[in-house]
């Protein structure tokens, strides 16, 4: 696999891009939706919640965190989760404008 050029793309088509990757895994989509139901942030219930292995589950939230979906503080000894406010409107906005964009055209394909 080649190297993806992505100064080529603009802002806003890397930033869709680097946000689906992070939400390409059924894991830490069930790992948002877990984060979102609590309605507080998340530190170890997710090893019981998912059925997934402590580091599996770290694995997901770096992606999550990398991405900026999520962000997370030290209490203690131990990392809690919670979803980015300000970043998750971001991301609303800027996927309900990719997807309005789209005009159904008659008689294509």
Known sequence: MGITKSEIFNRQQNRLATVLKALAHPARI???QHIIKAEACICNDLVE???LAQATISQHLRELKNAGIIKGSIEGTRVCYCI???VWVQISNEFSGFFAS???VKNCC
Request: a negative charge.
């Open 30 to 32: 069930a790992i948002l």
């Open 49 to 51: 919640e998912l059925g």
């Open 84 to 86: 980015d406010e300000k």
């Open 102 to 104: 789209f005009t159904p």
